[in-house]
Nanobody
Framework: VQLQASGGGLVQAGGYLRLSCAAS????????TGWFRQAPGKEREFVAA????????YYADSAKGRFTISRASSANTVNLQMNSLRPEDTAVYYC???????????????????WGQGTLVTVSS
């Protein structure tokens, strides 16, 4: 599975961006697509996840109420709509594909088998 993340950029605080994660290759087995982010000098952290089997969505506390993860109209693509962005949202955002992820581990990086290259989001104050 190959993942292509896009949509990052520079935005002012309070603004919005929409990230996309397009999967190709052996996508028959799908369970979760997750978004993680890594800020400078910090560890990578979970942001949100989408369950392909039931359309369920999960969010980190920092993303709840501001970010929305959803299935896009394009095949095997998941979007992350990010509103009310804050300077602390500045990070490289990575999408991940987890054909074997279970709900109890969806926030864990190690549960995902495939990773995209990352897209940089910069929020200025």
């Amino acid at each position: 599975v190959q993942l292509q993340a896009s949509g990052g950029g520079l935005v002012q605080a309070g603004g919005y961006l929409r990230l996309s994660c397009a999967a190709s290759g052996d996508t028959f087995r799908k369970r979760y697509t997750g978004w993680f982010r890594q800020a400078p000098g910090k560890e990578r952290e979970f942001v949100a996840a989408f369950n392909w089997m039931g359309g369920y969505t999960y969010y980190a506390d920092s993303a709840k109420g501001r970010f929305t993860i959803s299935r896009a109209s394009s095949a095997n693509t998941v979007n992350l709509q990010m509103n009310s962005l804050r300077p602390e949202d500045t990070a490289v955002y990575y999408c991940a594909w987890g054909p074997s992820v279970i709900q109890s581990s969806l926030a864990s990086q190690t549960a995902y088998s495939y990773w995209g290259q990352g897209t940089l989001v910069t929020v200025s104050s």
